[in-house]
């Protein structure tokens, strides 16, 4: 008896283990019966997880907590809070112990703001008690009832505006203007239904700020109405005696005084609340209330905090719902505005000076260090991923705008996440450093990853350890050395919990009952652990630096179809120019983003201080602010943490107690290297205490002569991709070891320096008695009881600089070179990193796991909703609870045809409207030629699931004679062609669409000169069209708009944009809106071969965040209902003639397909979609 062979599991291969690459690990293993399809190995450099989020335990400090930088979880965190969630449901811990729980590990933080910076007032005037060049700016942003990580979708682009109008509402309400408490509406019967506002039907409870305007909640800006009274009345009487001269000069204006301008806020907000279709009326009323608000506060705002905080306020919503409204964003998404910089965005529609450079914009650059090679004069943030981002965090957070990790962040998300996917059977090779990815001879694949072992295991007791050998592997000796050193001999410092079975490194030990990472290695498992010991820092031996002085001890080469299928790059974007140099070469998407995307250098410190919070003369409740002094210009409280450390108990009476009160993290940009003076990235220390004399021997080397700080030879220089990386980023070679530890001592002399200006206006009662700004180094906590500065020294300091460390930048005019998870240009290799071009596309925690699971639905489909991965939602009719969504790979061709012959084509009741995309006396028809991929409802997930080929012929600019479903333009369908017999019936019976099943073919063409793909459709009676075109030399753009901005000019007839370069810009925002719209109308057709009523229904092209690539071929047109000279042979190209032209792309995209209107069935499916029977829509369909 015979049976089929078993089917080889597909491995994995995971590179880096950051959030990303953790998070891709968690959702492909998550899927039942995983095992039998993967095998998933992770392969790391050095000693633990976590990429820019990892931290350690310090064995020698009292196991205390040492961070990359500061690190909090936003409340709209939903992706990465989900996978937490899921993760201690799985890890199981018993209750008793430490962090048991996702809500023992991440608890609310409310308190959030920045600093004002106000050089030139006077204190008194204030009558603020702090340094009068700086203002706190706290707020208490109220906690709600929603939990983050169930999955709740993100408002749509309109919903949040309109939750914008409700702040500006709430602030004007709060505020010296406002109207009394618990007073009626202004002119409004008390008792009729208009002045109670109810809030509309079926509405879900407020998230985040959309609580504020209600009754009066304690949220952001409650305080307004309450600050500061002495001034706020004198500064009224200044109000008043200007208001009837204003008032007389502005008598046109819908806004004159505070009572019309509450009235015109609540219309603004009833008719957001309407439809986005009032977006400019609204504009036109917010814009009033600014111009009108500034003339009255102009003269006194400076002086005033709660007039300038009101105005900054208005300024920054009136700006922003003018660029959302004006700027493409309901269309588009945000992406759309990030061709500009946020605070040119804002300026461009209509943002005060004051108002961009307030505290809130200077904290919003903070908060992200958006400043090009970390200087803090150069500030760049691409307008929409920062705009999206911010929003989300002011409207969307669920439960608190933060959650504070209750430990290091190794040990809340990455010792759970190791030890659930070591559980499941993810294999780990920790010490393993990837240096180079290889393609196959097609240049298609990968095919070797080149990886270098950095140390041997030891063996367990039960017996010796037999070195693994694989195929072209070169074995390397590894040098003894012998170094004398203060640390503490291995047998006193604390043993991990390494299991005796175990033939592989284990990487956590136990502190106060809560598994941990080191800080460093666990030397005891490493074989010659005391050389490395002795020379992780005095000789940089540190295994996860780019300049690290130590040898590997083995090189493994990885080969396809052996030990791996698939890869997933998880390592972050500043190491890629130095692992990928073949496929950047190879590539000009790859080539783009290690170019346009730039990353930064961050520095971080934290001070364990004696004195508690309040006794520093900190006033209020545990707080977090950004926009102070630079460069380390944020601030947050994290005592919390010292319960989690092991520090000795004292007692506050003893004046040398070392058990600290207060913990402070502060993070900011760091300047690059050869910007820093007076530290130059290639000098040699005249002398040290920490290093050997220069004429030291080179460790591990075989040539004696060779220095540690010279290159060993010519060969050992990167040149290149990684030399060009190198010189942008101002980094040394990686011969330079001593780098690290001349930037580690720059970051000290910037650290006590700016201890010594600026720590008292945070903390009043801190500061030397000769000195009121410099702080009281007494107060830090140092076991050695050293004086002065020198004991800072006891506190830990972090110089982020590392390839891999630095932070990725998101500036203007980056984000179309970001690539798609799913769409890395080579077919075995995904990506994994808040770098990807994932729906955030900011650097966080977030936007990494939104990446690490868009890696695992594209390898197994799972999960399939990613929340907030597309924001361009609710701005267009018919969108509802229920819709069919997939992926489309196709071409698509606009042709220009007579328009007489195209207004032939139309049925009763429609007719042409006039466009800008043919030249006069021409109309586009559109044909679509494609494979749509997974199309399946949004509800149920789990249905469907079609793959099949289709045909459309379409008319845009059309417009409707009756209004049953609203005049248009619409693009009017005749005929669906489709190779899916349940897809054909579907479309007739559901939607109510003209399809017809035919015979679709896509195939490339051979023996041609020129590689050419033919796409060809016949029904059964005949043939329908085909399209040839030319496969080659035609560069892939990342949107429409990315196409037509970097690509040629689309020469169309009315806007030839010549030579002038402010008409080319002109042009190319033509060109994207009317392009745009033509592909974004509601299709309109009818069933019955016509005789059927009309349907219209909402199709989504994702144009946003496509792959579009230029096409050059020629279509052949042959149908039925195409008369005389519609038949015939039609040449396109790809927008880069001189002369107007039909024309043709290539488009690979996620598109939505909406439930149709109207259709009694479809409203049936509505109401279904809503929860109200789910099993009679799963049987119905």
Known sequence: MSGSAPTRKKKIAVLGSGVGAMTAAFELTSVPGWKD??????????????????????????????????????????????????????????????????????????????????????????????DPDWVFWIEHFRENKHTPGQGKEFLSIWDVAGEMIGLALHAFETSPYGPPQGAPVPGANPDSAASQTPPPENTSPPVGLASAEGARKESFLADLATMTVGVVGSALGLVARRSNASSQRHRTRLV?????????????????????????????????????????????????????????????????????????????????????????????????????????????YDFVFAYEKGDTRRPNMAAGAMVRAMLRMLFEYRGAIFWKMQAGMGDVVFAPLYIVLKSRGVRFEFFHRVTKLELDASKTEIERIRIDRQVWIKPPPTGPQEPPRHEDDAPIQQAPLVLETDEAPPSEQPESVRPAHLREYYPLFSTKGLLSWPSEPLYEQIVDGDALRAGWTKLNYNLESFWSSWKPVEKRVLKKGEDFDIVVLGIALGALPFICQELIEHSRQWKDMVEHIPTVQTQSMQLWMRPSLQNLGWNGASSCVAGYAQPENTYCDMTHLINRENWPVGTPEDPNRDYPGSLAYFAGPLLDADLLRPFPVASIPVSTTHLPPPQAPFVGATDPSVSLFAPPSSTATPTGIAAAALQRDGLPPPWDHDFPRRMHEAVRRISVEWLTKNPGVLWPLATTTHDEDELNWFFLVDPRHRDGKARFDAQYWRANIDPSERYVMSPKGSTHYRLHSDKSGFENLFLAGDWTKNGLNTGCVESAAMSGMQVSRAICGFPENIVGDYDVRGTTPALGPVEVLGEYDGAVAVLFLPENDVRRMLPNGLELEEQEITPPGFHPLVITLGAREGARFSFPRSLLHRNYLEVMNAIPFVRMTGFSLGRGPFTYVPRFYVTDPLMAGGGLLFWGFDTELASVEIRDKRGTSTPERLWQVRSPLRRFCALTASMQGREAFRSLEDWLDRGPICKLPIRNAGSNPACKTEAIARNVKALSSMLSQPI??????????????????????????????????????????????????????????????????????????????????????????????????
């Open 37 to 130: 399809e993967y095998e998933v190995t992770v392969y790391q450099q050095g000693f633990r997880l976590g990429g820019k989020g990892a931290s350690g335990r310090n064995r020698k400090a009292s196991d205390r907590i040492e961070e990359h930088g500061l690190h909090v979880w936003l409340g709209f965190y939903e992706n990465a809070f989900n996978m937490m969630r899921r993760c201690y449901e799985e890890l199981g811990r018993n209750p008793n112990m430490p962090l048991s729980s996702w809500d023992e590990a991440f608890k609310k933080f409310s308190y959030v703001g920045v600093m004002e910076s106000i050089e030139g007032e006077d204190a008194g005037i204030r009558g603020l008690e702090v």
């Open 256 to 364: 004159v005084g505070p009572t019309t301008a509450h009235l015109q806020l609540l219309r603004a907000r009833e008719l957001a609340r309407a439809s986005h279709e009032h977006g400019s009326t609204i504009c036109e009323i917010l814009a009033d209330l600014r111009e009108w608000l500034w003339d009255e506060i102009e003269h006194i705002v400076e002086q005033n905090t709660v007039l300038r905080r009101l105005w900054i306020l208005i300024d920054l919503i009136t700006s922003g719902l003018r660029g959302v409204v004006f700027d493409g964003v309901l269309e588009h998404g945000w992406d759309v505005i990030d061709k500009y910089d946020l605070v040119e965005w804002l300026r461009r529609n209509g943002a005060n000076e004051l108002t961009l450079r307030s505290g809130i914009i200077r904290g919003t």
């Open 1084 to 1181: 309109l057709t009818r069933s019955a071969r016509g005789l059927g009523p009309f349907v219209s229904a909402c199709l989504d092209w994702g144009l946003g965040r496509c792959e579009v690539r230029p096409l050059d071929g020629r279509v052949t047109l042959d149908d039925e209902y195409l008369a005389g000279p519609m038949r015939g042979k039609y040449d396109i190209t790809g927008f880069d003639a001189t002369t107007s032209h039909s024309f043709g792309f290539q488009i690979r995209t996620r598109w939505k397909l909406s439930l149709p209107a109207p259709s009694g069935l479809a409203s049936r499916l509505v109401e279904l979609g809503q929860g109200k029977n789910k099993l009679a829509l799963r049987s119905l369909l």
